[in-house]
């Protein structure tokens, strides 16, 4: 999709996370001119240079048939920021840039603001992300200041994907070991995605073994083991409901520990975990409900949520919030995320 019969300002927004990134082009009258998806771009997950070469990728894509240099703002929303502190990472995304050949700089923020762009036009609020990792982060006039979480799939990230997954695979070891379990849906998926084209008659010890394997193989890995466990508990599984039950109440109580019970400010809830059909997003919106006044919203796109965050350098607060309730409508918890 692209428009190139005027010379209209344009805003790139981005999105990237561990497992994609999202790139796209619109102009300040809210016109969606060019999309753009590759692979995951969160330099904690990936190398580097793949990390670069993906978030690159999705961005070329979304420009590809427009003026590059009518692009006036640019905003990265970027999961595992951190690593930019590093003068060598940080030189390769200023590279990339420079490659793209825009009229503008390209602003990195976390991806928690952008997030939180993308469920509300509100300066400030709660946002909570969990997608291949898990964040809170508190949103202070539209900038990020103060997080809870965020520290990692070794340090932490409880609820992400990397921790249901890392969850699935320890209810499995332990059914292994202790015989006793190993009935369980959970447990029968685990064996059968790990060892799918391995043989079954080992002996327990064995199979402990391929999974520790599987896991030190590459540990990302384990985000891939994530749908196991939500299909599980959707199904009444045992010990998946137990593990969606303790993800829910960490992160509720991260939610709560920045955000007061009483505080009636916004709570978006961004990435794939969180859906509002998933069950993890119920039990997460449960517990909200529970033990304070927040009335949590889906996030739509982030990539858009970027394209917004790139527009209100550009415009007026009253254009910015036109463009919002253009590109998002009312949100609502019964809001479905966006594709873009």
């Known amino acids: 999709m692209t428009d190139t019969t005027d010379d209209k300002t344009l805003v790139l927004g981005l999105d990237v996370g561990g497992t994609s990134s999202r790139a796209v082009v619109a102009d300040l009258d809210s016109r969606v001119l060019g999309v753009g ?16 070469e993906q978030t690159t990728r999705a961005a070329r894509s979304a420009l590809s048939g427009v003026d590059r240099g009518r692009v006036g703002a640019a905003v990265l929303g970027m999961a595992g920021i951190s690593k930019l502190s590093d003068p060598g990472i940080a030189g390769r995304y200023e590279q990339a840039w420079r490659s793209l050949g825009l009229g503008c700089e390209v602003r990195t923020v976390s991806d928690s603001e952008v997030a939180f ?25 539209h900038v990020l200041s103060r997080t809870v979480g965020g520290h990692g799939w070794l340090l932490g990230d409880e609820g992400s994907a990397f921790w249901l997954g890392r969850e699935a695979v320890r209810v499995t070891l332990r059914a292994l070991e202790r015989g006793t379990g190993k009935n369980d849906p959970l447990v029968a998926s685990v064996l059968n995605e790990v060892l799918a084209d391995q043989p079954r ?6 199979l402990c073994r391929r999974l520790i394997s599987f896991v030190g193989d590459r540990p990302v890995k384990l985000a891939e083991l994530a749908p196991l466990v939500t299909a599980s508990a959707s199904e009444g599984g045992g010990k998946a409901r137990g593990i969606v039950s303790r993800a829910a109440h960490m992160l509720a109580t991260d939610v709560l520990s920045v955000h007061a019970e009483e505080d009636e400010r916004p709570v978006v809830l961004a990435g794939g975990l969180l859906c509002a059909e998933g069950p993890l997003g119920q039990a997460v919106r449960g517990e909200l ?3 304070s006044r927040a009335q949590p919203i889906t996030a739509g796109s982030g990539a858009i949520g970027a394209a917004w965050l790139a527009a209100r350098q550009l415009v007026d607060e009253g254009e910015a919030l036109r463009l919002h ?6 949100r609502t918890d019964s809001v479905l995320h966006r594709q873009v």
């Open 37 to 52: 998806h590759a692979g995951g771009g969160n330099p904690n997950s990936h190398p580097p240079e793949y990390a670069v």
């Open 117 to 141: 762009a993308a469920g509300t036009p509100e300066p400030s609020g709660t946002a909570l992300i969990a997608g291949t990792g898990s964040i809170v982060a508190r949103i202070e006039n």
């Open 201 to 206: 008659n080992e002996s327990d010890t064995l």
């Open 289 to 291: 409900a529970e033990r």
């Open 325 to 330: 309730e253009r590109w998002f409508g009312e």
